[in-house]
């Protein structure tokens, strides 16, 4: 089939595919017994277009270097030159038989082939394109691998020298690629790892120079200096590497996710491919020494093959594992014969050529656990709490059906993920959350357990299935209550932790205590990041609904804000030693500027991923908590106490500050902003007033009248918190008018006179009054009765739209109309390609009714756009709106192709 990754190959292949559908239509004419027309102007413009093409191609062949070029266009050239010759011939047999079978056949396997030869000559040319921006991303790469080698001054101008031109080709050729590529998905990551590289690449650099000077100095540090480096430089390969992935994708699957297995597998065996190289280069020298470049890359090879054996098929498992067990034990060998110099030994070579032999055993072996665990279909459970209940009530709602262990598996991560919330919560809510959990463990593995036995029809099984529907539920609420919990606690002041360690980092020589100190502000440093860390994890799964986009930024996050966090450190001692270096300060400043970046951004995808109503209700509830402790630590007379517990309500107070901003900023509409920007400015207004005279509380504990005063600050802070809060919660009944107070009992009457029946109204004298309008009927639930099979995606798909869309009337809603339409559209295509009823005709109109009926939504959710006033649900809506087109134009190009292949094969998958 064609793949339509490019908006090149798109913009070809489909005035290519109208033309061939028109044969296509042509051809099931004639075979209701209508004659075929003349056909030899058309055929004879397509032979000369192919003729074009051919000259094209082959002159391309002969210029081009790319070796697998040459070998494959060729084949896609005779393809279609074929293809053209059978138009021609068919063209021929029916202007002097219109009615001739062979003819026919020839025309419909000449359309076909046009169509796919032309597909494949498009994709042959753009992958011989695609591998030249590799060529130069790999380039980048192997100066990046000798960036730990580069010991003097002399050496480093070289090699900015070298690596310069690199990245900026790069750079420019995956900046033009990008705008090529119809998947945007494609086009956001190529865009982040440029901007990543871009980023990094001064940083390394000048990670590079301190380890230069304090190399050449024998000066502390020098191992700090070398972990910097090495970890920016990784980075940066991670990056290119990234982008070489993304680089030869030519689809993208809405459900995959950066943390699936398959895909991890896949970026695996990628980074694989390209230690390759410089693993065998090592193996040829045998002067190579231990510890260089090519030694890692063997080693960094066995790592990520270690990796894909933790998550392929248990066949592919074992072989993997042994293998690399074999490949390191004779690579240690290998090291310590080369450190004794006998490197070029009859039994060192005999090693090298053995551990090159299994490396090509060990890429095999990925590859063939790769694809077989993409071919296996098994489905992994979601990567957030609500699409693991989805998948878990897909399974409940029919627990004697098999969906191997589907519905199972997500109800036991969500369970695992409860677990894991609960460990940070205070001892009351843990305990309500623990024993919910508990509950839904007992009764899942109950309801398994009959599964198991053949009885999950029975009503005892049916009736724990509707329990447990309800108990996930209250658990998915707990759960996403737990996280902005969390939220509001380990954001409250993302400013200090870094603040202070900056400070330690900063201190001049001689301070007392300076090393100590370090240390301490250092440790405090990495239990904030662990703790930002598994809070972002935490909204990633349980608190992002499923918003994959989003998940995935805080996934992405968390782990640079871990990664990030012993670099600063190091570049803190590094810091420490040398105060006076201009290289060494700079060097800081960056990692430092580079983690507050992080931490910031984990915080903002936080504060989006939650809802803000129930944000500033918590932060509300832990400002009345604080303003409790203030009250005991003023009883007590504890001034410390008071000064700690002010500070938390301010810095609570901020962060409502902070939200009610972010939201005022999201929205355009000008009522709601002016009433947000009101209360907001009132909050911030009672902030210094109430911190002022929590001060003279704390210098005169026993002042009645100081601690009256604050007492009255503190609760316009609070009235000031929850006029915020009813600005941002916007309550849709605001506006609906009080009912009126029903009538006193004793003055209603029945047998009043005056409370007759109206006079019956006269019947119509010409014409009967208009039906009233049918009741909404789900006429199409005949279409939709059975649940879709596995091997039914385009069913499957109908049937998720038509249950969401049953949610709605589609009075007054043409939104809802056209995609109820869609629906029963999608369906019928469904049947047609599985060849249940209708023909190739049908096949090629249903299809474009499917395009034209998403042209409508699309019209009709830009205009809804237009209108929205947040300005998050717009942008995601319009993103949406701009992929529609793409993918209807590419549904035509495919229902083509199918067409043609109707009754040539016994293929009816989807």
């Known amino acids: 089939m064609p793949v339509f990754h490019t908006k090149t190959i798109e913009s070809i292949l489909e005035p290519v595919a109208q033309q061939v559908s028109r044969l296509v239509i042509l051809h099931e004419e004639a075979e209701d017994g209508n004659a075929m027309p003349d056909l030899q102007r058309p055929v004879f413009a397509v032979s000369a277009a192919v003729a074009n093409l051919a000259k094209v191609g082959r002159e391309t062949i002969q210029s081009s270097d790319d070796a697998i070029l040459r070998q494959d266009m060729p084949a896609a050239l005779q393809r279609v030159e074929s293809a053209s010759k059978f138009l021609e011939e068919a063209s021929a047999m029916l202007k002097s038989d219109p009615y001739s079978q062979p003819a026919r056949k020839k025309l419909i396997e000449g359309s076909r082939g046009i169509l ?48 310069s031109p690199c990245l900026s080709k790069v750079s420019r050729e995956v900046d033009s690629r990008q705008q090529e590529l119809t998947h945007q998905v494609h086009r956001e990551i190529l865009l982040r790892c440029l901007e990543e590289v871009k980023t990094l690449t001064p940083i390394l650099i000048c990670s590079m120079k301190i380890f230069i000077q304090i190399h050449s100095d024998g000066g502390r540090g020098g191992a700090e200096a070398a972990v910097n480096r090495d970890y920016l430089a990784q980075r940066m390969s991670d990056e290119i590497n990234e982008i070489i992935r993304v680089l030869q994708l030519t689809t993208y699957d809405e459900e995959e996710w950066d943390a699936d297995n398959l895909t991890g597998m896949k970026r695996a065996l990628n980074v694989i491919d390209s230690k390759m190289q410089g693993g065998h280069d090592w193996l040829g020298d045998p002067r190579a020494l231990r510890g260089g470049v090519g030694e890692k890359s063997v080693r960094g090879i066995l790592d990520e093959a270690r990796k894909v054996a933790e998550h392929c098929l248990p066949q592919d498992r074992d072989p993997i594992k042994k293998i690399c067990s074999d490949i390191s034990s004779m690579t240690n060998a290998l090291c310590e014969l080369r450190q004794s110099g006998q490197g070029d030994s009859p039994q060192a070579e005999s090693l090298s050529r053995a551990i090159e032999q299994k490396l090509n055993e060990l890429t095999g072996l990925v590859l063939r656990a790769v694809t077989n665990t993409e071919r296996s279909g098994i489905l992994q459970p979601a990567h957030t709490v609500t699409g693991r209940l989805d998948q878990a009530r897909r399974w409940l709602v029919a627990p004697s059906v098999d969906d191997k262990g589907l519905g199972q598996r997500a109800i036991a991560l969500c369970v695992e993920e409860a677990r894991k919330v609960a460990d940070g919560l205070p001892g009351v809510q843990k305990a309500e959350l623990l024993n919910l959990s508990d509950e839904v463990d007992s009764l899942y593995h109950h309801l398994a357990e009959c599964s198991r036995r053949g009885d999950g029809h029975t009503p005892q099984a049916l009736a724990i299935a509707n329990q447990l529907i309800h108990k996930l539920a209250e658990l998915k609420n707990k759960i996403q209550s737990a996280v902005v919990s969390r939220v509001v606690e380990d954001f409250v002041d993302t400013v200090t932790p870094l603040k202070t360690f900056t400070d330690a980092a900063l201190a001049a020589e001689g301070t007392p205590g300076r090393e100590a100190t370090f240390s301490d502000r250092a440790t405090t440093l990495q239990s ?15 608190g992002c609904g499923d918003n994959k986009k989003l998940a995935e930024s805080l996934l992405s996050g968390a782990a640079q804000v871990e990664s990030l966090t012993p670099q600063l450190v190091n570049a803190g001692r590094i810091r420490m030693a040398y105060p006076d270096n201009q290289a060494v300060n700079e060097h800081f400043e960056n990692l430092r500027v580079q983690y507050a970046d992080a931490v910031n951004r984990v915080r903002h995808h936080c504060d989006e991923a939650v809802d803000p109503g129930h944000f500033i209700q918590l932060s509300e509830e832990a400002i009345k908590k604080h303003t409790v402790l203030c009250e005991n630590a003023i009883m007590s007379q504890q001034p410390g106490k008071m000064v700690d517990n002010t500070s938390s309500i301010a810095r609570l107070a901020n962060r409502v500050l902070m939200v009610a901003r972010q939201e005022a900023d999201n929205s355009e509409d000008p009522m709601f902003i002016q009433t947000l920007a009101w209360a907001a400015d009132q909050l911030q207004g009672t ?30 802070l609070l009235g000031a918190i ?45 014409y009967p009054p208009p039906r009233p309008p049918p009741p909404e009927t789900d006429d199409e639930d005949d279409m939709f009765k059975h649940t879709p099979q596995p091997n039914q995606p385009i069913m499957m798909a109908a049937h998720g739209l038509h249950q969401e869309v049953r949610q709605w009337s589609s009075k007054d809603n043409d939104i809802v109309a056209a995609a109820k339409r869609m629906a029963l559209l999608m369906a019928r295509l469904s049947q047609l390609v599985r060849g249940e009823g209708g023909n190739k005709k049908d096949l090629i109109a249903c299809a474009k009714e499917i395009a034209e009926s998403s042209e409508e939504v699309t019209r009709l959710a830009k205009e809804l756009a237009r209108d929205c006033t947040d300005k998050r649900m ?20 495919l229902s083509t192709v199918k067409a043609t292949m109707l009754g040539a094969q016994g293929n009816n998958d989807n």
Request: glycine share 2%; proline share 9%.
């Open 722 to 766: 929850g006029n915020v809060k009813n600005a941002v919660v916007v309550y849709p009944d605001d506006n609906v008018p009080d009912l009126p107070p029903p009538p006193e009992i004793q003055k209603l009457y029945l047998n009043d006179a005056s409370d007759r029946a109206p006079p019956r109204p006269p019947s119509p004298h010409q």
């Open 874 to 893: 717009r942008t995601s809506l319009l993103q949406v709106c701009e992929r529609i087109p793409t993918i209807g134009t590419q549904l035509k190009i």
């Open 528 to 542: 904030f990041s662990n703790r930002v860390a598994k809070t972002a994890r935490m909204v990633a799964a349980g």
């Open 116 to 163: 796919q030869g032309t597909s494949a000559l498009l994709l042959c040319f753009d992958e011989s394109e695609v591998r030249k921006i590799i060529r130069e991303c790999k380039r980048v790469l192997d100066y990046l691998a000798i960036a730990e080698v580069v010991d003097s001054l002399e050496d480093l101008v070289r090699f900015v020298q070298d690596l």
């Open 687 to 716: 902030v210094p007033p109430m911190v002022h005279k929590a001060k003279d509380v704390a210098l005169s504990p026993s002042d009645q009248t100081a601690a009256a005063r604050w007492r009255t600050l503190n609760n316009e």
